[in-house]
């Protein structure tokens, strides 16, 4: 029986280096807990554009097509901001979700016991938080037609075109109705249907989706409606499903709840591959941070919390995952901090490798 397969994209700024720290949780699982992946490395974004001239070669995309999961650190930084956009390092990652056809984002968001006081919102608010939102990633908005900039009378237009098919809609809601029924069995589907015929039939494939969760309860909410709830009681919600408009919106409102946008990773998942298992990409949420890159200061917390989703979703490792996500909820109740996790009290900073051998460390204690 063979190893499953992980690609390794580290990228950019920061990507190297809290890379470094998921290998030492790889290699700690293969020697502890005799789970062993077949791993690779490659380029993407700035670092491929170095080497290649572009930010993804064919070559990594047919590795990233072939195997178990891809983990990928972060892309871009101001050196390459006058590049033209065909090659620019965000141009890798969108190919890799495009030609994988990811087309279910998953962001958690999940707030630590020991980070509680880190959000803007009252302590009793977030404490204990963990909802998940499922954003539909290939359709939409952002990718209908027609688009651009066009001349209009004496003046121009900027046109963008919501637009979705019914098997677009389910299959982002069918993925979340899975996750639900591994989690607290409630899905929120988030639309405009009292404005937007895309909408409309949103509403109407959700609710037919439903039909075969008899497990799942179903609600439906405004999506501006669903804003204003994650900042009044965002422990109301289990899983939100939603567009990719109103995904990328909420998300990041979501993400905020927690008080640390870099202390959450992500999961872009696609169809069932020969296998089973789901074409998957897992990313931290955070950026390249190239102010800080090569400094010892990245928190690489968010990546491998990435690493503990492809534990769970494309190798069915939930406990394993549970385990490494443990060993991170009991370094952080030790009071250890990387530089961005410092309150106004201030305090000591550990460094990045620092941080992983802590989590290393309780990982060895949980045995």
Same mark, same amino acid.
């Given at each position: ?55 993804? *070669? ?293 460094? *990045? ?15």
């Amino acid at each position: 029986m063979t190893n499953p397969s992980l690609l390794i994209l580290p990228g950019d700024g920061i990507g190297p280096e809290v890379m470094a720290e998921v290998r030492k949780v790889i290699d700690w699982f293969g020697a502890k807990r005799g789970i062993a992946f077949d791993v690779e490395e490659d380029l993407v974004g700035g670092s491929a554009y170095d080497e290649h001239g572009v930010p993804l *070669t064919d070559e990594t995309m047919a590795r990233a097509q072939a195997v178990d999961a891809v983990l990928l650190g972060a892309v871009g930084g101001p050196k390459y901001d006058d590049l033209d956009f065909s090659v620019k390092p965000e141009r890798g990652l969108l190919r890799l979700r495009k030609e994988m056809d990811l087309f279910a984002n998953l962001r958690p968001a999940q707030c630590f016991d020991a980070l509680a006081d880190f959000s803007s919102l009252k302590k009793d608010v977030v404490a204990g938080l963990d909802l998940m939102i499922v954003r539909e990633l290939t359709s939409g908005i952002y990718f209908g037609e027609p688009r651009g900039i066009f001349e209009e009378g004496n003046e121009r237009v900027g046109i963008n075109t919501q637009r979705y098919t019914e098997s677009e809609i389910e299959r982002a809601v069918r993925a979340a109705f899975e996750l639900a029924m591994r989690r607290g069995r409630r899905v929120c589907s988030m639309e405009k249907a009292n404005v937007m015929e895309s909408g409309i039939l949103w509403r109407e494939v959700a609710n037919r989706v439903a039909q075969d969760y008899p497990e799942v309860e179903l609600t439906h909410m405004y999506a501006d409606n669903g804003a204003m709830q994650l900042v009044r009681a965002p422990k109301q919600f289990d899983v939100i499903v939603t567009d990719n408009l109103f995904g990328d919106i909420l998300s990041d409102c979501a993400a905020m709840l927690t008080g640390s946008l870099g202390m959450l990773p992500s999961a872009s998942l696609g169809a069932p591959m020969e296998n089973g298992r789901p074409k998957a990409l897992y990313e931290p949420v955070h950026g390249s941070a190239p102010d800080i890159a090569g400094q010892g200061k990245a928190n690489p917390i968010a990546c491998i919390l990435s690493f503990a989703m492809a534990l769970r979703y494309s190798f069915d490792k939930g406990d394993e995952a549970a385990r490494l996500e443990a060993a991170v909820e009991t370094v952080l109740a030790e009071g250890k901090r990387t530089a961005d996790l410092l309150g106004p009290e201030g305090g000591t900073p550990i460094s *990045t490798s620092e941080m992983g051998d802590a989590i290393i460390g309780a990982l060895d204690a949980s045995l």
